[in-house]
């Protein structure tokens, strides 16, 4: 069974940036697709950035497009999210998914297969 593990959040400044990692065990994440979603107090897991599995299709909200990089590193089966962040922002979690055998971008958290456990971002002065 697959194993997700996300790692890399805390607070960061306005303009400053973060390096999240989802890393997996159990099985290799090149034969899935991934999602970052992140998910505010009191809201639902919204997507952030979302890969297919060969990496030819990703989605970024309009929020984060031009600011985000989602990436694999395949020899480490670990899928990253930079962050390049601008504004202050309010507590929130994100989380990575996998989704078996989907050579497309996934946007609906409910046809992720996997989650992790999540980490924390604060962007704050």
């Known amino acids: 069974q697959l194993k997700l593990v996300e790692s890399g959040g805390g607070s960061v400044q306005p303009g400053g940036s973060l390096r999240l990692s989802c890393a997996g065990s159990?099985?290799?994440?090149?034969?899935?697709?991934i999602g970052w979603f992140r998910q505010a107090p009191g809201r639902g897991r919204e997507p952030v950035a979302c890969?297919?599995?060969?990496?030819?299709?990703?989605y970024y909200a309009d929020s984060v497009k031009g600011r985000f990089a989602i990436s694999r590193d395949n020899a480490k089966n670990t899928v990253y999210l930079q962050m390049n962040t601008r504004a202050p922002e309010g507590p929130g979690v994100y989380y990575c998914?996998?989704?078996?055998?989907?050579?497309?971008?996934?946007?609906?958290?409910?046809?992720?297969?996997?989650w992790g456990q999540g980490t924390q971002v604060t962007v704050s002065s």
């Open positions: 998914g996998a989704t078996w055998g989907t050579n497309v971008v996934v946007t609906l958290g409910a046809e992720y297969d996997y």
């Open positions: 159990g099985d290799t994440l090149d034969g899935y697709a």
């Open positions: 890969t297919s599995t060969d990496d030819s299709s990703r």
